[in-house]
């Protein structure tokens, strides 16, 4: 479901994209097209995206691109997929329980999770905050354990 939704392969096409979406959420989900994890959230991602459409934009982002690795080191993407949120090009941030709080980590469980995280955020945003509270129970929110190098 992939081929749906736009993918960026170069820093330029990001920046543009960050810099451009304005009064909107940009959901950009950094991963691979052939990881299976990655193709469960890109079909949630292309059967949410219409739905979402008046107050966000979701675009994919191919972690295995040169000119993308910019970013992978600054958001510190090491488990995939990976989703990080903007607004007006800030950085939204998310408290899901999860010890980082810059991105979202995993598959979304359901199509309605996803739709609901959006929205949180937007509504959020509209009203200045830069991170919010997730809307989610805990049992539909991805575990995952944090692995710090040179620690």
Known sequence: MSYLLTTLTEKREVDSLIRNT??????????????????????????SAREVSKFATV?????????IQ????????TLIPST???????HMKMDSGSADHTKWVGA???????????EAIYRGAM???LIVSCPL????????QLLYKDV
Not at 70 to 77: C, E, G, H, P
Not at 84 to 90: D, E, L, P, S, V
Not at 137 to 144: H, M, N, S
């Open 84 to 90: 990080i949120f903007f607004f007006n090009a800030h």
């Open 127 to 129: 009203k200045g905050k």
């Open 59 to 67: 675009s994919l982002v191919d972690i295995d691109s040169a000119g």
């Open 22 to 47: 304005i009064d909107k959420v940009l959901v950009l989900r950094f991963g691979r097209a052939s990881d299976p994890v990655c193709l469960q959230l890109d079909d949630i991602l292309s059967k």
């Open 108 to 118: 979304f469980y359901r199509k309605q999770d996803f739709i609901d995280v959006v």
């Open 70 to 77: 910019v970013y992978v080191k600054y958001f510190d993407i």
């Open 137 to 144: 129970p805990p049992e539909r929110i991805p575990k995952f």
